[in-house]
């Protein structure tokens, strides 16, 4: 089946730091690939997406590239702010199901 | 849109009792899915339906979970009896044909 290898968190930053999460998977046929952000208290929500490789999913200001030669989809963002303090899960889908599945999180905790 | 409701919000409860966790889906959406999460164990797919039918609940820990949707804007995840090791929040999510999950705000459940 799919799986997802996420950084372990928490992941601290001053606010304008420069963010990278690290995301790899492996899966099944041609996969697409997610970044979902789950703000305290709240379900998840996807961020942003990709479904075939060498595309860049963006929003926010957070982007990720579909690297299907090094199965890895890292998320970044120039400059954080203390309202990104959230933690983020990366996902992978393929197969007949598309289920995803779901990494285990990397929390960012943005200082002023 | 209202988005995916779930309720209770927080559920506080005693050891051996039912607990019924309630999901209304996004209108439209054909698939709808439970998870529960926790510190330890991060986010696990519990089971998921397609059309109000049950598709995959290998992820429902033991007989004590059970799940059901009887019809398309509605469903129920049932622990009967509860145990301390079933503290988690609840979430339940939806999509149209496999697409972007929506997640609902959740469910805290604490069984003492």
């Known amino acids: 089946g799919n799986s997802v290898t996420q950084m372990e968190g928490p992941v601290t930053l001053s606010e304008e730091a420069f963010l990278t999460i690290n995301c790899t998977y492996t899966?099944?046929?041609?996969?697409?690939l997610f970044w979902y952000v789950q703000y305290p208290g709240e379900g998840l929500q996807l961020l942003l997406k990709?479904?075939?490789?060498?595309d860049k999913g963006s929003n926010k200001g957070f982007e990720a590239t579909y690297r299907k030669e090094t199965t890895s989809f890292h998320l970044e963002k120039g400059s954080v702010q203390v309202s990104d303090s959230a933690v983020y899960f990366c996902?992978?889908?393929?197969?007949?199901?598309?289920?995803?599945?779901f990494g285990r999180g990397t929390s960012l905790i943005v200082h002023p | 849109d209202a988005g995916v409701i779930q309720s209770p919000r927080h559920e506080v409860t005693e050891m051996g009792q039912e607990v019924t966790l309630r999901c209304k889906p996004i209108?439209?959406?054909?698939?709808l899915f439970w998870y529960r999460q926790t510190m330890m164990r991060g986010l696990e797919l519990l089971i998921y339906?397609?059309?109000?039918?049950?598709?995959?609940d290998s992820g429902m820990p033991e007989d004590r979970f059970s799940a059901k949707m009887p019809n398309a804007s509605f469903s129920t995840l049932k622990i009967q009896p509860s145990e301390p090791r079933d503290s988690a929040v609840y979430f339940c999510?939806?999509?149209?044909?496999?697409?972007?999950?929506?997640f609902g705000p959740g469910t805290r459940l604490t069984v003492l």
């Open positions: 996902a992978v889908s393929s197969g007949g199901s598309y289920i995803p599945t």
């Open positions: 899966a099944t046929g041609y996969p697409s």
């Open positions: 990709a479904t075939k490789a060498d």
């Open positions: 209108s439209g959406h054909d698939y």
């Open positions: 339906f397609n059309n109000n039918v049950p598709i995959d």
């Open positions: 999510a939806s999509c149209h044909r496999v697409s972007t999950q929506y």
